[in-house]
C-alpha cells in the first residue's frame, strides 16, 4: 500500500498525517479513513455540471423521468418527517429542475433551491414557478434570511469542498434546524463486496466517499448532531435502469443495450420499481450548540438510531447499533 504525504488537511478530521491509496485512484486519511479523490482538475470540473450532465452524461434523461424522480423524492420527505415535522422554510442545495421542492412546498411555507447548472435552475423557476438561483452555493448572499431545513440529496459527494458547504448550511439554518442529506456509504456490505468496482465509484463526478463514521464526524465536528442515519430507497424505471448502465459501458453497457432493442422504450418508461441496495445513506442531522473535536462522542451520547429504511423490496437488513460503526 502506497502511503501518500499530505499537502493539505483531511476534509473530515483536519489531519495532517497523509494518505493511503486505495482502488488505484482515490486516497484514504490515515487519520480518520475518510476516502477520497485528490486528483481533479478544478477548471475542468466547473465543466462537468451542464445540461447533458443531466442528459446523456451521468443520467439519460432526467427530465424525461420526472415521474420516477419525483417518488423517489416524496419517500425523502417522508423519511424526513420521521425526525422534524415538514414545516416552515427549506433549502435545497443541488436542487437540479427544482422537483423535491416542488413536492416539499406542499408541506413547507417557504421553498427555495440553488445549483450549479443553469438549464434545470431556468425550468425550476420559468415552468415550476419555484425560488430557485444559479450560481455557487457559498457565494450566494442570503442575507440575514434563515431555514428551518436545508437538504442536499446525492450533492455533498461532488462538491470540492464538501466541509465548507456544510458549514455554510449550519449558518443558514433556525435554532434547532435541520439538515437531511444522502451521499454512498463506502463502508455499507455491497461497496465492501464490490471494492473499486463498486458503482458508486466514478470520480471526478463523485469526489468524496463516506462511511457512517466519517459523515458523522464531520458533521459533529461541525456543530450538527446526528440523529439518525438510514439507507435509501429510489424508484426507477426499467428504461432508467438499462439507459445508466448503457452509459457506463463495458460488457454491462452492452447487454443493457441489447436489451434496450428487445424493450420499446415506451414500455421501460411504463414499469418500475424500488430499488435499495443498502449503499446510500440517508442523514438526518440537527444544528447543536456544542462542538465535539473527537466528532463521534456526541454520537455516542445521543445514541443515534441507524436503520434500513423499511419498505425499499431490494434491502433485507437488520437495526445496526453505534457500537457497530465501522470506517472503510
Request: include cysteine; hydrophobic fraction near 35%; glycine fraction near 8%.
Amino acid at each position: 500500500m502506497n502511503r501518500l504525504p499530505s499537502d493539505e488537511v483531511c476534509r473530515v478530521c483536519e489531519c495532517h498525517e497523509g494518505y493511503d491509496r486505495v482502488f488505484d485512484q482515490l486516497d484514504r486519511c490515515q487519520s480518520c479513513g475518510f476516502i477520497t479523490f485528490r486528483g481533479f482538475d478544478q477548471e475542468a470540473l466547473s465543466n462537468i455540471y451542464n445540461e447533458s450532465y443531466f442528459a446523456g452524461v451521468e443520467y439519460p434523461d432526467y427530465l424525461g423521468q420526472q415521474d420516477a424522480v419525483r417518488r423517489s423524492m416524496r419517500r425523502h420527505l417522508a423519511q424526513m418527517a420521521r425526525y422534524n415535522p415538514n414545516r416552515g422554510s427549506l433549502l435545497e442545495v443541488g436542487c437540479a429542475y427544482g422537483f423535491f421542492i416542488d413536492e416539499g412546498k406542499r408541506y413547507f411555507e417557504n421553498v427555495a433551491g440553488i445549483d450549479i447548472c443553469e438549464t434545470p435552475t431556468a425550468y425550476a423557476r420559468e415552468t415550476l414557478g419555484l425560488n430557485v438561483e444559479c450560481g455557487e452555493f457559498q457565494a450566494v448572499d442570503f442575507g440575514s434570511r434563515r431555514f428551518d431545513v436545508v437538504c442536499l440529496w446525492d450533492t455533498l459527494e461532488h462538491l470540492r469542498a464538501p466541509d465548507a458547504c456544510l458549514k455554510r448550511c449550519v449558518s443558514l439554518l433556525n435554532e434547532d434546524g435541520m439538515v437531511f442529506l444522502t451521499t454512498g456509504d463506502i463502508g455499507s456490505f455491497n461497496a465492501r463486496l464490490r471494492g473499486g468496482r463498486w458503482r458508486q465509484i466514478h470520480p471526478p463526478t463523485h469526489l468524496h466517499y463516506f462511511s457512517k463514521s466519517t459523515i458523522t464526524r464531520l458533521l459533529n465536528r461541525l456543530g450538527l448532531e446526528v440523529v439518525g442515519i438510514e439507507t435509501a430507497s429510489y424508484y426507477h424505471t426499467l428504461y432508467n435502469v438499462l439507459a445508466s448502465i448503457r452509459i457506463r459501458n463495458g460488457w454491462g453497457g452492452r447487454l443493457a443495450a441489447t436489451v434496450m432493442t428487445v424493450v420499446t422504450q415506451s414500455l421501460a418508461c411504463r414499469l418500475g420499481f424500488w430499488v435499495n441496495l443498502g449503499d446510500i445513506m440517508f442523514i438526518a442531522a440537527r444544528k447543536s450548540l456544542v462542538k465535539d473535536s473527537h466528532g463521534l462522542q456526541n454520537l455516542m451520547n445521543s445514541q443515534t438510531s441507524v436503520r434500513p429504511e423499511s419498505t425499499g423490496p431490494f434491502l433485507s437488513g437488520r437495526n445496526i447499533s453505534v457500537d457497530e460503526f465501522q470506517g472503510p
